[in-house]
């Protein structure tokens, strides 16, 4: 008898390990994962393949050519179809959303790819050499038994094309500043594939060794040159506005279309609605505050006091240190989140360059928090604007921002939790709404308690409205860049160099168009999902935190999905409206 009990608590016991086994690994994927992986190593595999190949081993990156834009999209049209024969109902929500995410990303860039072929095909007669050395880097793919004087005679063909086209250039006034950048490229691109194949024959094969460096050399100096003169006929066009910053506004329409392709459903209209009713918010904040000040309503007098709390030469990372455990107690007092104890014990610092200072005015983070501060290469008054700009109570909200639980715990949950999920489904209204958030709840819940530190994080509450309302503003061509610098001074409260850094970094940067709006626009979205999942009682602040990071990227609807168990269309539509306007 007791035998029999021994066995089936045995045998019990094993059933629920398995179970919980079989939850946890469950609960870490989805079926969709194997077709996510396997789409982008197929990319990859592609990309390398048809790619420029440097001397030994490893690859390059360049513009695709036309070969492998249309082989990548035979690759979306098979992934379409795998997905269009996959049994959808019989997914949970979790795999719904991987399946409805995979399908629009697909689907996403093999529209890419027919827009890039269509500029290639408008643009080639600038560049009717390029399939001389396409053709020349296809034999070298197999190894392919060439011969020397031919592949000269050919280089010296592209030669001649080169020269043709540079006397055609010079009596051009201006190209597109789009083609342009598309051209320079496409040409960098024919250069890392000449060097590539000449690389693999020449020493190697003689009679190629003894006629192709000759015409070679010369081939790619032409090209470089000639890529030079492309960009000198450029219509690109700092502003004439006393910025000296350059950028291009891409218009309603296609500022509307990228935010449907984010799943935000909103245009541009209601979203500018949405920074003027957060801005009203946090001026009638920031009045309070000033009046507790002693400023009475010249809340920028009072903003001026806080900025001067700037710490001595030096000081700065001592600083950064003690907001860093300054958060870390509000989050465990308050039991927020469990943080990994490993993620609290290798989190970087270093020092961020006086160059890099002049378009990143504040400190940056990831896996490291970079610190902005002057150097001894600064003049006298950026050293003051820096130090001011980075005083301590602008700075309390933010190094958590950048550090725990901000993007340096995102990219240490990212790669240990559905990290297929990272790469494919990469979305700045996750990186940085999760971050925002943070802030958002923080204030809410008492993080700040002086009308000094209530100033300093408002600082940066009303910077994420204003990027909204410069971002569309210049976008929709009505700001110049200095209405957008005059906007983050006079009404925000930055000091010039630094607005003037925020500005050019948004426009002459590698930033999408959505990018600065995302901050505030994806905090408010997780913060709507933390009100219906927390404040009403389903999850605690833990469970709900503790789950969001785990679900690792995606667009802020799909993740609200999978909380709340929808059940959602295969061919699913973005319409979430997470924001409740007052009028």
Known sequence: MKTTKITTFILILFFTNNVVMAQDLYQHTTPIEPFVIQYGHDQQAINYFYGPMPKGWGQQSAMETPEQIERLITLDKEYIQKLKDF??????????????????????????????????????????????????????????????????????????????????????????????????????????????????????????????????????????????????????????????????????NSFNKQLKDEMIAYNTEELLRIADQEFAWCEAELLKASQEMGFGKDWKAAQEKVKNTYVPEGRQPELILKLYNDAQTFIQKHDLMDIPPLADETWGMIMMSAERQLVNPFFTGGREISISYPTNTMTQEQKLMSMRGNNPYFSRGTVQHELIPGHHLQYFMNRRHKPYREKAFNTPFWTEGWTLYWELMMYGKGFAKTPEERIGMLFWRMHRCARITFSIKFHLGEWTPQQCIDYLVDRVGFEPANAHGEVKRSFE??????????????????????????????MNYKQFHDRVIKENYMPMEMLRAILTDQKLDADHQTSWKFYQFKN
Do not use: C, H
């Open 87 to 252: 049994p959808y109902k019989k997914l949970n929500t979790n795999g719904q959303v991987d399946f409805i995410l995979l399908n629009r990303k697909v689907k996403f860039n093999m529209e890419s790819l027919i827009e890039q072929l269509k500029t290639y095909e408008r643009i080639k007669l600038f560049i009717p050499f390029d399939q001389i050395i396409y053709d020349f880097e296809k034999l070298r793919r197999r190894g392919t038994t060439i011969k020397g004087e031919e592949v000269a005679n050919n280089l010296q063909k592209a030669i001649q094309l080169i020269k043709k086209e540079t006397e055609k250039l010079q009596r051009v006034n201006s190209i597109p500043y789009t083609d342009v950048n598309f051209l320079k490229e496409v040409l960098e691109s024919l250069k890392l594939r000449l060097s590539s194949s000449f690389d693999f024959y020449n020493e190697y094969e003689p009679m190629f060794s003894w006629w192709v460096p000759a015409p070679y050399k010369q081939l790619s100096e032409d090209l470089t040159s000639y890529s030079k003169l492309i960009s000198e006929k450029s219509d690109w066009k700092v502003f004439n506005d006393g910025s000296n910053i350059g950028g291009t506004p891409i218009g309603k």
């Open 509 to 538: 940067g590698s930033y999408s168009p959505l990018y600065q709006l995302a901050y505030l626009v994806g905090g408010l979205q997780l913060m709507d999902i933390k009100k219906e999942m927390v404040d009403s009682g389903k």
